[in-house]
């Protein structure tokens, strides 16, 4: 036999409601208890007695019932304070005759120890939240300020104080400078100076990612935009420094197909991402830097003209360690205690010897290359003082080169002994010249190739061709 609901015995509703409807309280339009089921009592802490025909903010503590029951407005999933604990609300007006008569509101869970098991649930995956939020805002941030630029020579003191002052507008910077000067840490400077601090700063390498990848990068991607996309789609790094600072290290490297979607978003100030047809509105600033003569691949047609104009608004060359030479101990003391923390050290210092040394020679790998050379020397370092002995091969044996170089040049300058060494095929020589430049560079870099190949000025092809010939490894 099948019963409808009209025929359902009287006695089943109020159990089928307290199975169904878990807590469960009815109001008419002043907001006076017509119904409360025993579950929603029991929570409360009270009875059906003594909850009836009372208005139901006496018994329902932070209620909006009788509120849904004057606007007829429904409230779905509300949080509920209740008890100390939060809980799920569902409001609703009850209208019969499309005239409003009262409201019936709802709240999950039947008993207490089913809300301990939901709350202890939630608080695991709200403290996920947190970290990865937390996580999130922290690599979103700038790391350095103007004061963890080291030195105080006249060349630098000028580049600084230069980039403090425009640091406060929000209009495109060009850092131009040698792989290791610190292009880095003054875009990261300017944004902490800027009206854009407290905003995220991200940071992309425009060489390390592959061509049919940047685009993804930049403007993010669609739900399905192409195999292997994200489910849900995924923000581009535009969409991330959205009313922050985007700085694009390397752009000298980002290939010309790119180059024209990069214009069109710094023009219009939106971003379409892959796979996508909707555009999306951006505020960033744009930090950009390179270790390449952009003027010149422009002349050559490798870089284009409008957007080099759109990024060099205000352009900053930051001087190389060579020319800046005074600055050294001020950076290596810096350096030392940096390297002192990561290796568990203190108070390392440098013999006098040493700091010669570092003042004599010319740096082609600029700060990146000194920091190499200090982490070295404190690996192989016993007690707190470095010596020449713990420097790279290639610092120690300038002293006798130099020995000979001196030399040399008393044999030439005399008049009465004129020596010559054997010449040899200038093939030969050229080799032997380039062989010791890339090992030269390798030492700088700390063997990292694709950096030596940036130092040199040459592609990466023909650097690992280069070492091939040589027998480098």
């Not at 089921?37 to 329902?60: H, K, M, S």
């Not at 792989?179 to 390390?208: D, Q, W, Y």
């Not at 001087?319 to 030392?336: N, Q, T, V």
């Not at 013999?351 to 200090?374: D, Y």
Request: proline share 4%; net charge negative; charged share 25%.
């Amino acid at each position: 036999m099948n019963l409808g609901f009209d025929e359902i015995p009287n006695s089943w509703h109020k159990q089928i409601i307290n199975l169904l409807a878990e807590r469960i309280v009815v109001v008419n339009t002043e907001g006076i208890i017509l119904y409360i089921n025993e579950a929603y009592c029991e929570f409360l802490g009270t009875t059906v007695e003594n909850a009836l025909q009372r208005p139901v903010q006496e018994v329902i503590e932070n209620t909006r019932l009788h509120i849904v029951a004057k606007t007829g407005r429904k409230e779905l999933a509300s949080i509920h304070p209740i008890n100390g604990s939060e809980m799920i609300a569902n409001r609703f007006p009850l209208i019969v005759e499309e005239e409003i008569v009262g409201a019936l509101g709802s709240v999950m869970f039947r008993t207490p120890e089913e809300w301990r098991m939901y709350q202890s649930k939630m608080q695991s995956l709200v403290e996920e939240l947190k970290y990865y939020k937390t996580k999130l805002e922290k690599e979103l941030k700038s790391k350095y300020d103007f004061n963890d630029l080291i030195g105080d020579s006249p060349t630098f003191l000028a580049v600084k104080k230069f980039s403090e002052r425009i640091s406060t507008n929000n209009s495109s910077v060009l850092l131009v400078g040698e792989s290791g000067t610190g292009k880095e840490l003054f875009a990261h400077a300017i944004h902490n100076n800027s009206m854009r601090a407290t905003l995220p700063f991200v940071a992309i390498n425009c060489a390390s990612i592959p061509e049919q990848l940047l685009e993804s990068e930049l403007f993010g991607y669609e739900d399905g935009a192409f195999t292997g996309a994200k489910k849900g789609g995924k923000k581009g790094q535009f969409e991330l420094a959205n009313n922050g600072t985007l700085f694009l290290d390397e752009i000298g490297d980002m290939p010309l197909s790119m180059q024209s979607k990069l214009l069109r978003v710094l023009q219009e100030k939106e971003v379409q991402r892959v796979g996508g047809h909707k555009s999306i509105a951006v505020d960033v600033r744009i930090i950009s830097a390179t270790h390449r003569d952009l003027e010149m691949m422009v002349e050559e047609g490798k870089f284009r003209q409008d957007l080099y104009y759109r990024l060099n608004v205000i352009k900053i060359e930051i001087p190389p360690l060579r020319k800046r030479k005074e600055d050294i101990p001020l950076i290596s003391i810096s350096l030392l205690k940096k390297l002192e923390g990561k290796f568990y050290r203190k108070e390392i210092e440098l013999s006098f010897e040493v700091k010669e040394r570092l003042m004599e020679h010319s740096w082609p790998g600029n700060i990146r290359e000194l920091e190499n050379v200090l982490e070295r020397a404190i690996n192989v370092l016993d007690g707190k003082l470095i010596q020449m002995i713990h420097l790279p091969l290639y610092l120690r044996d300038y002293d006798t080169d130099s020995k000979y170089i001196s030399e040399a040049n008393k044999i030439i300058s005399s008049p009465t002994n004129i020596t010559f060494s054997p010449v040899q095929p200038l093939k030969e020589t050229l080799a032997l010249s380039e062989k010791q430049a890339i090992q030269n560079a390798l030492v700088a870099t700390n063997e990292n190739k694709q950096e030596a190949a940036k130092l040199l000025e040459i592609g990466k092809t023909s650097f690992y061709e280069k070492c091939k010939l040589y027998e480098i490894k």
